[in-house]
């Protein structure tokens, strides 16, 4: 090989992104919730749930459905990807949802009829004594499960005590966005508590960041789902999707 040829060739491999080499989206996984919008500033989704076939082919199995996002659209947060430098990063309160590729977590319940699920997926029975700390003045507990001995009862254990009688939240499946589990040490204040959850009037209200359903449709999302097949949520503007797709192997 030529040695000019040889030393460009070198260092257009080291000009290519990172993002472009390796895909977000772990090679064990073959289950994804893709939700697509029109922009960042849209809190409507087209949410769909794709499998990979035996051959590594994507197929849609469930959707497209309609979704409901935060008030404010969509804004990258942190979890498998890497998100473009200098780009608006999610906070909490923004009133957008956490864009980018996220593992599934386990199902907070208080819902009185049973969620069909795969027993392998962990399944919590939200009760009185259950938080979820939002408060970004207690770093070491900041988006992270917290059951007390107790009932909550303070104001601050009252203030993120896990929703009890409130319908849309009786059905949640957390989505790992800035937890522990994604990203080792929470960012404080870069957003918490992110789960699927049952939609507000029928799709007509939008959430606060999370991402919301009609109950049937999030009852069959979750009966579908399987532990072993490593399921993520995708969630990406229509332009952004087409932008990543082929560099991060998207479905």
């Known amino acids: 090989m030529n040695r000019s040829f040889y030393n460009f060739f070198i260092l257009l491999l080291l000009l290519i992104p990172m993002s472009a080499c390796s895909s977000p989206v772990p090679e064990s996984c073959t289950q994804a919730i893709v939700g697509i919008t029109e922009s960042w500033d849209s809190s409507h989704v087209s949410l769909s749930l794709v499998e990979k076939d035996a051959t590594g082919k994507w197929r849609r199995v469930l ?7 935060g008030r404010n659209g969509s804004a990258w947060g942190l979890g498998l990807h890497k998100a473009p430098s ?7 309160g923004d009133g ?14 208080t819902n009185e009829t049973p969620v069909r699920h795969d027993p392998a997926i962990p399944y919590v ?17 900041y988006n992270q499960h917290m059951r007390l001995d107790h009932p909550a009862r303070t104001p601050w254990e009252l203030k993120e005590q896990m929703r009890q009688t409130d319908y849309p939240h009786s059905i949640k499946m957390l989505v790992h966005h800035n937890t522990v589990q994604s990203v080792g040490k929470p960012n404080v204040g870069g957003g918490s508590s992110i789960f699927f959850h049952i939609w507000r009037r029928d ?15 999030l009852r069959a999302f979750i009966a579908r789902l399987r532990a072993r097949k490593k399921p993520v949520y ?16 998207l479905p």
């Open 234 to 249: 995708i969630l990406l503007p229509r332009s952004e999707y087409a932008r990543y797709r082929t560099a991060w192997k």
């Open 125 to 141: 029975r939200v009760g009185p004594a259950d938080l979820w700390v939002t408060d970004p003045a207690y770093p070491k507990l």
């Open 86 to 92: 200098g780009a608006y990063r999610k906070r909490e």
């Open 63 to 69: 959707g497209p459905i309609p979704g409901r996002l």
């Open 96 to 109: 957008r949802s956490p864009a980018g590729i996220y593992a599934l977590g386990g199902l907070w319940v």
């Open 203 to 217: 799709g007509a209200a939008a959430t606060a960041g999370c991402t919301s359903m009609e109950e049937q449709n």
